[in-house]
């Protein structure tokens, strides 16, 4: 059974860094896609960044482009998502997400949901 759980959001200051983690259980994180999704109040959901099953591809939405660094580590089974030069607009819940598709590339449509953290990015 696929479970991810988050960590690492907060209130921080605009410019400022985070770093997110998602744990997983019940899957080997290189043998799938698993990413990052966001919401901001009154917004749809949107994809935010992806690394891919085996030697790790990395996609970025171009909102975040420059500021983010999605990366894994395959022994602890964890992901994480590095936010530097946090803008007011990068404030949203951020989901740990995976299609639970062994050898996927992509996270464009996941079915395994983590509860999710909140990032606020305010001074």
């Known amino acids: 059974q696929v479970q991810l759980v988050e960590s690492g959001g907060g209130l921080v200051q605009p410019g400022g860094s985070l770093r997110l983690s998602c744990a997983a259980s019940?899957?080997?994180?290189?043998?799938?896609?698993i990413g990052w999704f966001r919401q901001a109040p009154g917004k749809e959901r949107e994809g935010v960044s992806c690394?891919?099953?085996?030697?790790?591809?990395?996609y970025y939405a171009d909102s975040v482009k420059g500021r983010f660094t999605i990366s894994r580590d395959n022994a602890k089974r964890m992901v994480y998502l590095q936010m530097n030069s946090l803008k007011p607009e990068d404030t949203a819940v951020y989901y740990c997400v995976t299609d639970g598709v062994k050898g996927s590339y992509f996270c464009d449509s996941p079915d395994h949901w983590g509860q999710g953290t909140q990032v606020t990015v305010s001074s």
């Open positions: 690394i891919s099953s085996g030697h790790g591809s990395t």
């Open positions: 019940g899957i080997a994180v290189d043998y799938y896609a």
